[in-house]
């Protein structure tokens, strides 16, 4: 009797299969991968097939039988990579799996599922053709239905339409065997399919032929399981790295092998989506949660099939059900949008690197500012110029220290007063929404907190004060609570203040503002290209604005507060204060009137700053380098992260201790163990922090690993979360 090895996706970490059932004769069709709904215990689950047997250890009469088989399968590859995430990320097999899963299959047994959805082809038979011409009788309508057929098999739908019949006059003309009809899948589809005109691609410059060459050089053929190669392509905005992918993605279908290019958000980056469409028409499936559930599920379905053979999407796409891929190309490689923010906290890149090495894939990493993991670890292949030759925008230094009354330098306010008087574009980058950052009364000091979190609240413009993490909100107030004082400062500007100042300050020019507040009830897609259309304007954002757009007519480009990230205790912080002002230089005094690149700050000296503005990205990545090397920081370390949080503080202190001591038993003597540190209290939680930094990975994971599992087994967690975050950002 064969036996399927179920892992029931259930969300506890207390049950981890895989679990035997007895596949019964009306299921011999079960593999790996397969998705069966199971009885387990007194409920019904969803579980995925991740082993088969020819017996089990258990007596056969105390084995179930799988209730149901789902219509998709996930390949065997894919069940793999599931639960190699599952344990890499200390989640769990369950939760690793749920990410290899078709398109709205919910984990929930009665949860309701996505279909394949049928529709009715329609054929003539001889005797049907014939009677056309002879002298068979047909009604008017039975006749044109014919007729419609004459040319080759149609849809029902497509009959309706044109031929006004309905299921009665099929069913009678199927009745007299002039026709036959069969149910075919349809595919729903989210963009029109009215692209199928492959465009051949442009002539490439010397540059990208050769970074080109080496990328279809190391690409291997069908079957063909040559070592991995892993390159890193760097070149600015606009020195052709899509050409690039789109060139290398073509040599993997030639080579009959399929490609995965991965995006940061969609939102943000629709026009890569759009150049692979127009060049590879239906061979690219795209994969995002903006495209209807249906769609989503067919589009799965077809990268399943292999009808499609491209999949274009966000860090889900890692997982999208290609076989035998040739190429996994990463986009701005380094958006921090490829971490996963919640269980399991996998990182795409890490996901796609693990895929290439297991399939033979080549792993193409493209950005202006490459990681300092990926500097040191990858291939380089430079793109050190713009296709159209244009030189980079220089970078002004403007420095703030000396105490300024307004978030703007006078020299930052002329510089947006002449694109004003000239009807230029500007961006200005501010990392902070709403109005004033914070408040404090003048006379005692009293600063207005969220009563939920260890967080100061922000001041929006509707005269709420709002905590930025949990959403509370109170009106402002008009005396402080301490000493009744009616003093009340309004400390730092945020993109609202901003927004207000220079509408003044510049009408009638427009200003547009991005910010999440605003992203939350507009499509901020839409509202970028409405800057982009207008002839004039300023946009005001948070870091949104320096992603995935760029604007070629932007003369004056200005981040403000430039080091506000230098100023968490964040081993990153550097690394992303280089990046945010050198993506905003890039993307901006592209067209013919050139540009400008104003950066505020009060520590002007610090190496990212420094290095941005000369657009050295070598130089800043060999001096971030030599500082984690010191500090032993990824590459050099493994960082993983362990999170408590509970509302009883005493509680919390004592598992943090028992968790570090678990740890501690299990790690080696070269690996770190810092903490128990407090975080800040966030939504009535008081949360501990723990910090592992390991030469070896597998190790260190699996010491996690198992100290909380034994911490969560010992109930020595009862009422408390815990997270754990391998490479966390
Ligand atoms: P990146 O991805 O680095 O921003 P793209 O590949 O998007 O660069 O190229 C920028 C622009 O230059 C695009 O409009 C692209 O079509 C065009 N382009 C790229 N390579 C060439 C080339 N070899 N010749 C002419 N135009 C090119
Ligand atoms: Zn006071
Ligand atoms: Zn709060």
């Known amino acids: 009797m064969p036996i399927a090895k179920v892992e029931p996706l259930l969300t506890t970490r207390r049950v981890s299969g895989p679990f035997d059932y007895r596949v019964p004769e009306g299921m011999s069709n079960i593999e790996v991968g397969s998705v069966l709904v199971v009885p387990f215990g007194r409920r019904r689950v969803v579980g995925v097939v ?8 258990l007596p056969e009469s105390r084995l179930a039988e799988p209730l149901e088989a789902l219509e998709a399968g996930v390949p065997a590859e894919l069940v793999e ?49 014939e009677a056309i011409s002879g002298g068979e009788r047909l009604g008017l309508r039975q006749r044109a239905v014919l007729r419609a057929l004459a040319s080759g098999p149609k849809r029902a739908r497509q009959l309706a339409a044109t031929a006004g019949s309905d299921r009665a006059t099929l069913r009678r003309l199927e009745g007299r065997g002039l026709i036959t009809t069969r149910e075919v899948e349809r595919r729903r589809r989210h963009h029109s399919t009215g692209v199928g005109a492959v465009r051949d691609g442009v002539e490439l410059t010397d540059d990208q032929r050769v970074a080109l060459e080496a ?70 499936a795209l994969l995002h949660s903006r495209i209807p559930a249906g769609a989503r599920y067919d589009e799965w379905r077809r990268l399943r099939s292999g009808e499609a053979r491209i999949c274009v999407g966000p860090r889900s796409a890692a997982f999208a059900p290609i076989a035998d891929p040739g190429l996994i190309v990463i986009d701005e490689e380094h958006d921090s949008s ?199 304007g300023v946009l005001v954002g948070t870091q949104m604005v320096a992603k995935g757009h760029d604007f070629p007519d932007v003369t004056l480009s200005v981040v403000v507060d430039a080091d506000g990230a230098l100023r968490l205790p964040d081993f990153r912080s550097e690394e992303r204060t280089f990046a945010l002002i050198t993506q905003l230089a890039g993307r901006s005094g592209r067209g013919q009137a050139g540009g400008r690149v104003l950066v505020q700050a009060l520590a002007t000296g610090a190496p990212s700053i420094r290095h941005a503005a000369r657009h050295d990205s070598a130089g800043f990545l060999a001096e971030e380098l030599e500082r984690r090397r010191v500090l032993r920081y990824p590459p050099f370390s493994h960082l993983i992260e362990i999170a408590l949080g509970g509302s009883d503080e005493a509680r919390v202190e004592g598992a943090a201790e028992t968790v570090r001591e678990l740890v501690a038993d299990r790690l080696s003597g070269d690996d770190e163990l810092l903490g128990p540190a407090p975080l800040f209290r966030l939504r009535g939680k008081h949360r501990r922090r723990l910090l592992i930094k390991s030469g070896r990975r597998q190790e260190a994971v699996a010491a996690v690993r198992d100290a909380v599992a034994t911490a969560v087994r010992d109930r020595a967690l009862r009422e408390l979360s815990i997270s754990v975050d391998v490479d966390p950002q």
Not at 397 to 410: A, N, T
């Open 81 to 129: 990579l599931g639960g190699w995430v599952g344990e890499e990320y200390c989640s769990t097999p369950a939760r690793g799996l749920g990410l290899v899963l078709p398109p709205g299959v919910g984990t929930g047994a009665e949860a309701r599922r996505v279909k394949p959805l049928a529709e009715l082809e329609v054929e003539a038979t001889p005797k049907g053709r």
């Open 338 to 536: 490829y971490k996963q923010e919640s269980d399991p906290r996998y990182d795409a890149r890490e996901v796609a690197r693990r895929r290439a090495a297991d399939t033979g894939a080549v792993l193409l990493c493209g950005t202006a500012t490459p990681r300092p993991e990926s500097w040191y670890e990858l291939e380089h292949l430079e793109l050190p110029s713009r296709v159209d030759g244009r030189a980079l925008p220089p970078v002004e230094i403007v420095d703030m220290r000396g105490g300024l009354p307004g978030p703007l330098h006078p020299r930052t306010r002329e510089a947006f007063l002449r694109v004003g008087q000239e009807g230029g574009k500007a961006i200005l980058l501010i990392n902070r929404r709403g109005w004033s950052t914070h408040l404090t009364c003048r006379s005692c000091g009293h600063a207005w907190e969220c009563p939920h979190c260890d967080v100061s609240l922000v001041l929006h413009r509707d005269e709420v004060l709002r905590c930025h993490h949990c959403g509370h909100a109170e009106p402002r107030p008009d005396a402080c609570p301490e000493c009744s004082s009616v003093t009340i400062a309004r400390v730092g500007s945020g993109t609202q203040r901003v927004e207000a100042e220079l509408g003044e300050m510049l009408a009638p020019l427009e200003v547009f503002r991005l910010d999440s507040d605003t992203a939350a009830r507009r499509d901020h897609g839409e509202l970028l290209q409405r800057f982009e259309a207008a002839d004039s």
């Open 215 to 284: 990328v279809t050089g190391a690409l291997p053929g069908v079957d063909e399981r040559s070592a991995p190669r892993s390159f890193l392509l760097h070149g600015v905005t606009g020195s052709g790295k899509t050409e690039i992918y789109l060139e290398a993605a073509r040599a993997a279908l030639d080579r009959r092998r399929g490609a995965i290019v991965l995006v940061p958000e969609i939102a943000l980056t629709p026009q890569t989506m759009d150049r692979f469409r127009r060049r590879f028409g239906d061979s690219v």
């Open 50 to 57: 991740v082993g088969v047997a020819d017996r089990s250890d």
